[in-house]
């Protein structure tokens, strides 16, 4: 079986709902989702890769991404929050504890 380049596969969610109803999409996910992808691009993280998703089913911590394949849950709010998940997560391999979602 053939094994793929990539070390990490972060997903960020930016679903938004018809109904109005709140989603990641409504909180600049997909802004924060283009940012990690240049973050990573810049700092030549080439193990990584950022995809964007539909709904991830936690919208109640909104907005979220996750990382595999560890299932790492993250909430964030801001660049800041952004640079944390890369440069500790995706470039360190240590989990940013002040972000996570309960899974």
Avoid at 68 to 75: A, F, I, K, S, V
Wanted: charged share 25%; glycine share 6%.
């Amino acid at each position: 079986m053939k094994q793929t380049p990539f070390k990490y596969h972060v997903f960020f969610c930016t679903n938004i709902r018809e109904n109005g109803e709140s989603a990641c999409g409504q909180h600049n996910s997909q802004e924060m989702r283009d940012y990690a992808k240049q973050l990573c691009k810049e700092k030549n993280l080439h193990t990584v890769r950022i995809n964007q998703s539909g709904c991830l089913g936690r919208c109640e911590f909104g907005p979220v991404a996750v990382v595999y394949p560890e299932n790492t849950w993250y909430t964030f709010v801001d660049k800041e929050d952004i640079d944390d998940i890369v440069n500790n997560h995706l470039k360190n391999g240590q989990i940013v504890e002040r972000l996570l979602v309960n899974n």
